[in-house]
C-alpha cells in the first residue's frame, strides 16, 4: 500500500493543515528536497485541503468528488505543468499566465504546481516572475525541485521556501517490506535511492537484477585477483547501462561495495548494504590492508567527477578495474 505523505511529511501537512484552516495560504511556495522526500505528493494535498468541502481542522478527507479528481489531475481549476522534454518552455509559462488571469471554472480559487521547476529555460522563468511579484485573483503556485540553487535567485526570493527531507534508510527499508520486498533486497534499494517509486520499479526490473549480479561477479573477481574482472566490463556490466541514470546506478552500487568492505574493517556489519554478500566481503576483507579498502573507496568517488568531463563509460570502468586491482592487491 502507497504511504500517504501524512506518514512521510507529518510536520508539514500538519503546518499547510493549519495555514488552510486560518486561511493563510500564500500565492507561491518552492518545494525543494531530494526525489522520494514527497513533493509532489504534497501539493497536491495541500490543493486537496483547499478545495475539499468536507475537511476537518484544514485535513482534506480525501475521499469526496474534488479529492479524487486532484488526486486523479482531473481538477480543472488545478493546473500542472511538467518539462516537454528536458525543459519547461516559456510557450508552457505563458499558457500558464493565460490561466492565471482567468476566473475558476468550478470557483474563484486557483492552483498551480510546476514540476521541476529548476528545467524552465530562462526566457520561461523570467515569463513567470511577473505572476510572482504581482499574483493576481486567489491563485496559489507551487515550484517543485530537486535543486533550488538551479533556479533564478529572484525566483526563490519571490516564494515561500518549504525544505523537504527523505526518508531514513531505516523508514524506507520497512516501506519496501510493507511493500513485499525480501529483507536482503530492501535493505539494498535503501542504501542505492531515497525514492520508494524507484525502489519498487527497480525491484520489479529483471535486468536491474541480473546488473547486480554481474557487478558482484565483477568486484568479486577484483577481490579474488582474477583477470577476468577486465573483460567483464565490456561483457557483463556494459549491456545494462543505456543511458546516464543507469551509469550512475551502476557507480553508486561500486560505491556501496567498496563502502561496505571499509564498514567491515570496522565492524560495522549492520550498516552494510550488500548484506547477501557479508560473508564473502567478510572473508576477503582479511587479505586486505585498510589504507588499500580507503583508497578503492576515494577511486571510485574520483570515477563520478570523471564522467562530468565527458570521458566514455567504457573507458572510466575498466580504469577503475585497474585502479581496483592496485588497491586491494597491493599493487
Known sequence: MEQLITEIQPRLTQHFAKLVENKKIAHAYLLAGPRGAGKNKLAHWIAQAIFCKQKQNGYPCLQCND?????????????????????????????????????????????????????????AANSLLKFLEEPSGDVTAFLLTENANQLLPTIVSRCQL???????????????????VTVQKAHLLAHLTNSPKEALELDADVEFDQLLKNVWEWFNQIL?????????VQTKLLPYVNDKEAEQRLLQAIILLTRDLLLLKYGKKDDVAFIMYSKELSEQNMKISESGAIRAVEAVLATKHQLTVNVSFQSVLEALTLNLFSCYQGR
Do not use: H
Request: charged share 25%.
Open 67 to 123: 479529492c479524487q479528481r486532484i488526486a486523479q489531475n482531473n481538477q480543472p481549476d488545478v493546473v500542472t505543468i511538467v518539462p516537454e522534454g528536458n525543459s519547461i518552455k516559456v510557450d508552457q509559462i505563458r499558457y500558464l499566465k493565460s490561466e492565471f488571469v482567468k476566473s475558476g471554472v468550478e470557483s474563484n480559487r486557483k492552483l498551480f504546481i510546476i514540476q521541476n521547476a529548476e528545467k524552465m529555460t530562462v526566457s
Open 162 to 180: 518549504v525544505e523537504l527531507t527523505s526518508l531514513t534508510t531505516k523508514q524506507l527499508r520497512e516501506k519496501l517490506q510493507a511493500n513485499g
Open 224 to 232: 579474488r585477483n582474477d583477470w577476468r574482472a577486465f573483460v567483464g
